[in-house]
């Protein structure tokens, strides 16, 4: 019998895909929706096989493997598995200097 994993979104990942979008639609509102769809469905695939998104590289050579990715190129989202969830918890545009903003995100404690 197959496991389904409820997937929850961070405030902050529901941040980083709204100003990608917002940003996107800008110059080209169908590009924007176009996008939106295609995350938004890689992401509620999870549901059914989270481990299919690699582990992050960059948490990796730290020794962290508690974290994966989906690429969406030029977007990689960052999620965590517990459980039965799956926590997306950023979505970043893989063109920014992307090791510092995981780090900073997932490793610092407030």
Known sequence: MKSEYKVLWA???EKD???IIEFIAVSNPLEALK???????RVSALHSLPERGRIVPELQKEGVFLY?????APWRIIYRISQSEVFVLA???ARQNVEDIILRRLLTRP
């Not at 996008?35 to 469905?41: M, P, S, T």
Request: hydrophobic share 50%; no cysteine.
């Open 35 to 41: 996008i939106l769809e295609n995350i938004r469905h």
């Open 17 to 19: 895909f709204k100003e």
């Open 11 to 13: 405030s902050v990942a």
């Open 68 to 72: 994966r990715e989906l690429v969406v």
């Open 91 to 93: 979505v970043l545009d």
